[in-house]
């Protein structure tokens, strides 16, 4: 997070990977992939996406909306919200620039040197795009993101790090466990699918079979579901 954003935190606090956020109890709740403070009381979210869903932009707005939620339910005033930020790092280019780093904060259309300081900023990492102006460190970071390769002394660590969560059986069963609770997921939405295009079939037919016979004997709707013993209501 640090080379992506090139600055010095003295203390970053995980509060937990994979942080679900629900502040209402009929809102849409957010699961973040990982989500984090700084000493100064900060927060960020790290989000890796893989696939372009095309509604990045809608997410990031949605999750920032959330994440000052949780700041101010303890802090009761506007004034004591901390800064506010989403990374998305992206295996595609969610912009077709090829740029490596996009950021996102609120300027004037009329006079872009004028910045609403709302403590919010957005940033989209593409992991293959171009390196210009990008600092060394970062590039680092964003080569083994892509090519899972590491380069230097962080990458190393890191990738030793990945290596013995790998190695990690409770973390394993319970990824297994996930897998399976996915495919699970997977599987039912496939039947309900079917059920519903099913339904949806059997409506369609039954209101071609009223539409004939209100054209071919010249009566109403009521009439012909009438005579094709269909409750009125349906």
Not at 111 to 117: A, E, G, M, P
Not at 121 to 149: H, M, P, S
Not at 205 to 234: H, S, V, W, Y
Request: proline fraction near 2%; aromatic fraction near 8%.
């Amino acid at each position: 997070m640090q080379r992506i954003l090139q600055i010095r935190i003295l203390e970053i606090r995980i509060v937990t990977p994979q942080q679900s956020i629900r502040n209402r109890k009929d809102g849409k709740g957010i699961r973040l992939d990982v989500y984090v403070r700084d000493d100064q009381g900060n927060s960020y979210d790290i989000e890796m996406q893989l696939l372009d869903t095309k509604e990045l932009d809608l997410r990031s707005r949605y999750y920032h909306s959330e994440m000052d939620t949780y700041q101010i339910r303890k802090e009761k005033k506007y004034k004591n919200l901390k800064e506010s930020i989403v990374i998305f790092v992206c295996g595609f280019d969610p912009f077709d620039e090829n740029r490596s780093i996009y950021t996102f904060e609120t300027i004037c259309r009329e006079n872009t040197d004028i910045r609403l300081k709302d403590k919010r900023k957005t940033y989209f990492v593409y992991i293959g795009g171009n390196r210009d102006g990008v600092a060394a460190d970062t590039i680092k970071l964003l080569d083994y993101f892509k090519t899972g390769e590491p380069t230097d002394e962080f990458t190393f660590n890191l990738q030793n790090r990945v290596e013995q969560i790998r190695c990690d059986d409770e973390w394993r069963e319970n990824h297994m466990t996930l897998e399976m609770k996915m495919d699970e997921m997977f599987d039912k939405g496939v039947e309900i699918g079917e059920q519903r295009g099913m339904q949806r079939g059997m409506a369609e037919t039954k209101q071609k079979l009223i539409n004939n016979l209100m054209e071919n004997m010249n009566i109403t709707e009521e009439e012909a579901k009438e005579r094709l013993g269909i409750c009125p209501f349906i």
